[in-house]
């Protein structure tokens, strides 16, 4: 019992360790031109755009590799998690364009919105004729693609509070599961 006990204190004292280490800084795209329009300045200030000629490859693997957490010279993995290109419109910013959503993800903590609105590539605009597909450009020089990132984040109080309420929740789940598992036996002795 003492054993289990050590375990569950040593992943609590680790999970709190994770949960209060200093969050990454909040990327730019490297080789991106920075966009000044207001839905990527003054009306939203938490976001940024960037126009880049890069992939989505290259753009989610420059951020990624930006956006992380070190801990004692180990940089602890990050989660990518795929989104249909529609939901950028509830996650991101409404009237956003969209061929690509992903996020990266660091659990219990903070995450990284990364959509991507790439014109020629999507299937939006399969079929048409080139003159109907729109060209993307910031002050006169033309990109392939628009990048769009939006941080979410959580106070650090608020990430203890759900970590500390975790382990009784988890408790009372197991005596709830180790209850139903036994009632059987238990009604079969009675008979």
Do not use: C
């Amino acid at each position: 019992m003492k054993l289990k006990l050590f375990f569950v204190f040593i992943i609590f004292l680790l999970g709190l360790i994770y949960l209060i280490a200093p969050s990454p800084s909040y990327p730019d795209l490297t080789g991106g031109a920075r966009s000044d329009e207001p839905g990527d300045t003054w009306q939203h200030p938490d976001q940024k755009g960037f126009y880049t000629n890069a992939n989505r490859q290259t753009v989610l693997k420059d951020i990624q590799s930006q956006f992380v957490i070190r801990l004692a010279g180990f940089s602890l993995p990050s989660f990518r998690l795929n989104y249909r290109p529609e939901e950028a419109q509830t996650l991101v910013r409404d009237q956003l364009e969209s061929y690509y959503l992903e996020e990266i993800i660091y659990p219990f903590r903070e995450s990284i919105f990364i959509n991507g609105w790439e014109p020629k590539s999507s299937p939006k605009m399969a079929g048409k004729p080139a003159k109907e597909i729109p060209d993307i450009s910031l002050h006169g020089i033309a990109y392939s693609a628009k990048i769009t990132l939006r941080p979410v984040s959580s106070p650090v109080w608020a990430r203890i509070l759900v970590w500390i309420l975790l382990f009784p929740a988890t408790y009372l789940v197991y005596l709830s599961y180790k209850n139903v598992l036994s009632f059987p036996r238990r009604r079969e002795s009675i008979q």
